[in-house]
């Protein structure tokens, strides 16, 4: 049961969790996608996979602050978790994708991640027999943009967790200070990470463009909008312990340094452009409080990550 946080107390919601690890018989959409997340029969010369940049010892995130695509080619961001997405559409850092079977064909037929052409790559799915035969039984159809988005989706929406310290009443004195913290009027945490996956899934300036050494417009590239320069989307912070590096570029590689920022931005970026109300004045966090968030952000991993998150 995936626990809510709340200002006043603690409250639950319900969500469906599947294992990722126990292998079956390919017999639904989940499973087909799964074997499809897995296969480099995805990538333009068959040598990386959906898994190469979303890990699933790290939380389905990756381990470099900029993803290497086909032939090491650098992308533009840092790979995101794509676990306990479900619902929480638009999807990416800039949310150019509006539904998360879009999000799943998107990075197939990016130039600098796998590079396949969707066109081509439904052409060698039907060219595989025991694709065809799959998508067959499981679709009643032959491979298409339309089913192989499905697919992936499927999947990827049985990544939820829902064990972490947190949903089980386990925390530390520390990280329930922690949390107490986090949904406190002093750091305003909980204005951006709310609800069962602590993300709002909006758009926010968190100071982290100023137009000279950070230039990345965010959310501005889709919109147009000027008020959306240097937004991004709001991740969720469930086994965030485990998904390091942190930010749209990765330029944190631990949750302290990440406290660190959001305590006096200005210490990080000494001109941002458009950075959102709630962080323009620093947070004078004492010592103690830093560990408490820290150890807080902690609590939230699922406990089959629990050794690599210590």
């Not at 995805?42 to 996979?49: E, R």
């Not at 381990?63 to 790979?79: E, F, K, M």
């Not at 970026?269 to 010592?287: F, G, M, Q």
Request: glycine share 6%; with cysteine; charged share 25%.
């Amino acid at each position: 049961m995936k626990k809510w946080l709340i200002l006043g107390g603690l409250g639950c919601a319900i969500a469906l969790s599947i294992g990722f690890n126990n292998p079956s018989p390919i017999k639904t959409k989940a499973q087909l996608g799964k074997k499809l997340f897995f296969d480099p029969i995805l990538s333009k010369d068959h040598t990386i996979s959906c898994a190469s940049c979303h890990i699933p010892a790290n939380g389905f995130a990756d381990t470099l602050a900029i993803s290497l695509g086909v032939n090491a080619s650098p992308g533009s961001r840092n790979a995101p978790t794509v676990m306990n997405l479900r619902g929480h559409d638009p999807f990416f850092w800039d949310g150019r994708a509006a539904s998360l079977e879009e999000q799943a064909l998107m990075p197939i037929s990016n130039p600098v991640e796998m590079d396949l052409p969707i066109t081509e790559a439904i052409k060698r799915l039907n060219n595989s027999k025991a694709y065809k035969q799959l998508f067959v039984s499981i679709f009643k159809q032959l491979p298409s943009p339309k089913n192989l988005g499905l697919a992936l989706a499927a999947y990827q929406n049985t990544l939820e967790t829902d064990e972490s310290a947190f949903d089980l009443d386990q925390m530390s004195a520390s990280a329930e200070r922690g949390r107490q913290l986090f949904v406190s009027d002093k750091t305003k945490c909980f204005d951006c990470h709310n609800g069962p996956d602590f993300t709002n899934d909006e758009f926010k300036n968190i100071g982290l463009y100023d137009g000279i050494n950070l230039t990345d417009e965010g959310r501005y590239t889709i919109t147009k909008n000027k008020d959306d320069i240097g937004k991004f989307k709001t991740p969720g912070l469930r086994n965030i312990a485990v998904t390091a590096p942190y930010m749209h570029n990765g330029m944190f590689k631990t949750l302290e340094e990440v406290v660190e920022y959001y305590d006096n931005p200005y210490q990080f970026v000494a001109k941002p452009i458009n950075i959102d109300s709630t962080l323009r004045d620093p947070l004078k966090l004492s010592v103690d409080q830093k560990k408490d968030l820290v150890n807080f952000l902690k609590a939230l991993t699922d406990k089959q990550y629990l050794k690599k998150a210590q």
